[in-house]
């Protein structure tokens, strides 16, 4: 006998899928792409996991995914013969909502400002499959994992609560069936049971999909009158990286970048390549327009697929793409790398290595020409960027320079940011070293009594408050140019201290003896009394900060 479990959604994952059924949300479309694209990612979690499970390259031979449409009972179903889901997975990712990043997008859905679409925050923070609930009043969900025996039927209405029955399914894969809703053009709900819909739907939202979407059409019959029912491919599975640029639109770009980065914001910026020689391979990268709330999380996602001639050979692959570059999203195409690559060989390969050089190479050269080009987009990516890019200045990948020439820097010349060639061309000529100061802020560091001498000398100071400027700031070079701490290192006093001056130094080394070094006249200072200077090879303050904060 078949028992039927009632089950309640998770609080958050309830407060989501009311947000989906009183829906703010306009385009209601849009619940095919994301039903199609969750179709598409588990054919590639069941691929991926044939390459190294021989018991699971039977099952993965022939994956597609097929609509039913059903127009008498106004039932749509979406099917895919990928990983499935056992018990405890559907409770795990359906009935409750395991990204991290949940309660935040319920926090910021909150704070939402008017003008502001909750759209807006749909997809980079996975909440695709309620969507479901917008064109449907009930939803079932048939699916067996791969190489498991039983099957399993989730179903709700959407109410807060759920059922789960053990149901036999003879394929591995999931279908998802939505009861749909009456039409109602005037709110965005179309008949989805049409196939002209369904088609325009795939067409404009899911085309690049690398598996065939299949549904029955109706087909002119060839003598008599009539139609016929025929199956056809929706899409056309081309993948765009392979396409020369002016031969895939604009929305075509867009589409597929939510797909591979799931977030619904266009990104900043497109990078489309081919490399030959060294490493022969195609590429398609983003540069999102905002950062993604996991970004300096340990295990953050980054975004980079690679594939191997046209095959998917690893999500999320950190083994082409510096640490430095994390937030690109977007495939990379290897002519060169071989099938059966695998996770370990990756890491010492040295057509990888290639491939991440390669990569490289092509952000920041796009990165350049943003910041000749555009200052104000280039601005964009800086505040959402520039930390993480700057992280690169401390890992010694021969692209130190290039990426110096990419950054952007708070100065005492003024409130807008600086690059280092524009300092440079500020530079007095008889200036010799780039100056700087760390601290915790920008604001703090502007009035800092260290830089008085140098303002009145007018030379510029750079201004530099991220932790990890600290860090490759040390030794730095610029060209020509090295970096000089403006709160280190003795600066001569002009002239003789006088008698009384030093009495009175005596006096101030004598007290202070058990927490400083020395005492020495300056002149580096013009209205301040007294500042604390570090020696030439002593830890900068801020740095001595950061050591404490990590109990050093
Ligand atoms: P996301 O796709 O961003 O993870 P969704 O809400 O679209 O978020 O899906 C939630 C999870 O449910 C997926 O991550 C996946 O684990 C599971 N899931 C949804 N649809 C399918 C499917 N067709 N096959 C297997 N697992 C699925
Ligand atoms: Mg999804």
């Not at 993948?239 to 867009?254: F, G, I, N």
């Not at 502007?446 to 600290?470: K, T, Y």
């Not at 030093?502 to 002149?523: M, P, Q, R, Y």
């Not at 200072?525 to 801020?542: N, R, W, Y």
Request: negative net charge; proline residues 3%.
């Amino acid at each position: 006998s078949v028992v039927k479990e009632t089950y309640s959604f998770e609080t958050e994952a309830k407060q989501i899928l009311d947000m989906m059924i009183y829906s703010v949300y306009s385009n209601k479309d849009v619940f095919l792409r994301e039903l199609i694209s969750n179709a598409s990612d588990a054919l590639d979690k069941l691929h991926l996991q044939s390459l190294t499970d021989p018991d699971l390259a039977e099952v993965a031979g022939d994956p597609f995914i097929r609509i039913v449409r059903d127009q008498q009972d106004r039932n749509l179903s979406i099917s895919d013969n990928g990983i499935g889901m056992t018990k405890d997975e559907i409770i795990a990712y359906i009935g409750t909502i395991a990204k991290s990043g949940t309660r935040e997008f319920l926090e910021r859905l909150k704070e939402r400002r008017e003008g502001d679409p909750a759209e807006m925050l749909i997809g980079q923070f996975g909440v695709g499959f309620y969507s479901a609930f917008m064109v449907a009043d009930r939803v079932t969900l048939l699916t067996r994992k791969a190489g498991e025996e039983k099957g399993w039927r989730w179903e709700s209405s959407g109410d807060g609560t759920y059922t789960l029955e053990e149901a036999d399914r003879p394929t591995c894969g999931t279908t998802v069936t939505l009861k749909l809703k009456e039409a109602d053009p005037e709110n965005g709900l179309k008949d989805y049971t049409s196939q002209w819909v369904i088609q325009d739907i795939v067409r404009s939202y899911s085309d690049f999909v690398s598996y065939p979407i299949k549904m029955q059409v109706e087909k002119p019959k060839a003598e008599e009158s009539g139609t016929v029912l025929e199956d056809q491919t929706l899409n056309s599975m081309k993948a765009l990286w392979m396409k020369p640029e002016d031969q895939v639109s604009e929305e075509e770009y867009r589409q597929f970048y939510r797909h591979v980065a799931h977030d619904w914001k266009d990104p900043l910026e497109r990078i489309v390549f081919t490399t030959e020689g060294m490493s022969q391979m195609h590429g398609l990268l983003f540069i999102p327009s905002q950062a993604p709330y996991d970004l300096f999380m340990r295990d953050g996602t980054s975004g980079v697929n690679l594939y191997v001639k046209r095959i998917l050979i690893m999500e999320d692959c950190k083994d082409i793409v510096p640490s430095y570059l994390r937030f690109i999203r977007g495939v990379v195409d290897s002519e060169d790398l071989s099938l059966n690559v695998s996770r370990e060989i990756l890491q010492q390969d040295r057509q990888v290595r290639a491939i991440k050089k390669g990569v490289t190479r092509k952000v920041l050269q796009s990165l350049k020409k943003i910041l000749s080009d555009d200052r104000d987009r280039y601005l964009t990516f800086w505040r959402e960027f520039g930390t993480v890019l700057k992280e690169g200045l401390a890992q010694d990948d021969g692209n130190g320079d290039a990426i110096k020439k990419l950054c952007l820097f708070s100065s005492t010349a003024g409130q807008d940011l600086t690059t280092l060639e524009e300092y440079i061309s500020r530079m007095k000529a008889d200036q010799e070293d780039i100056h700087y100061i760390t601290g915790p802020s920008v604001e703090i560091l502007r009035n800092s009594p260290h830089l008085e001498a140098l303002l009145e000398a007018g030379e510029e100071v750079l201004l530099l408050a991220d932790p990890v400027d600290e860090i490759w700031v040390q030794g730095a070079r610029f060209g020509e140019k090295s970096f000089k701490s403006a709160s280190q290192g003795a600066s001569e006093p002009k002239e003789e201290p006088e008698e009384d001056g030093t009495s009175l130094l005596s006096f101030i080394k004598e007290t202070l003896k058990d927490t400083v070094k020395d005492v020495k006249i300056s002149s580096r200072l013009k209205s301040s009394p007294a500042c604390i200077v570090g020696d030439e090879d002593d830890m900068t303050p801020q740095m001595e900060r950061i050591m404490k904060a990590m109990g050093k």
